[in-house]
């Protein structure tokens, strides 16, 4: 069974830093595209990031880009998602996602992490 | 890059159908036939329902499906049951910066 479970979560200052980990199992997890999504509360999904399999390429959304950084250890299964200079804005659950089988989608989804961001 | 857009919210009484409209432009949904759509039950993680504009994943109830025209793609849910109540958000591969974007969420409600 394929499982992914998020890690990392918590609260922490306005121009702090966390950095979020995502376990999974069940898959050959070197041969996919993995994603980060979150959702503030209340609100909608918004797409945040994504590597390729052998970390060589990244992509970013615009709220986040030069601020995180994604990445992976294939060796321990676990993608990353390393936040720095947050912001209140960026307080929502995170997602990791895999790429679905043939691409372009997310599938499936683990249960998510929670990042606070207050004073 | 902004979210695709979609109804806040529609209704439906159990047995008909209903249709979710995600609009979004010649850069993305207009350009790609990557087209995804995710349940979301309240408190609960995100679902697959439709990938690829039309395309169920195994375990997905036939009476999801989903279609695009132009820069505007469709989910319908066929034969409503309550255990459809939920929120939807649609997304699409885009050719900008970022790759992926989602859209705004429908909430759906069986009335």
Known sequence: EVQLVESGGGLVQPGG??????????????????HWVRQAPGKGLEYVSSILPNGDITNYGNSVKGRFTISRDNSKNTLYLQMDSLRVEDMAVYYCARDKTGGFSFDPWGQGTLVTVSS | QSALTQPASVSGSPGQSITI??????SDVGNYNYVSWYQQHPGKTPKLIIYDVSNRPSGISNRFSGSKSGSTASLTISGL???????????????????????????????
């Open chain 1, 17 to 34: 830093s966390l950095r979020l980990s995502c376990a999974a199992s069940g898959f050959t997890f070197s041969n996919y595209v993995m």
């Open chain 2, 21 to 26: 409209s995600c609009t979004g432009t010649s």
């Open chain 2, 81 to 111: 049951q309550a255990e459809d109540e939920a929120d939807y958000y649609c997304n699409s591969y885009t050719s900008s910066s970022t790759p992926y974007v989602f859209g705004t969420g429908t909430k759906v409600t069986v009335l």
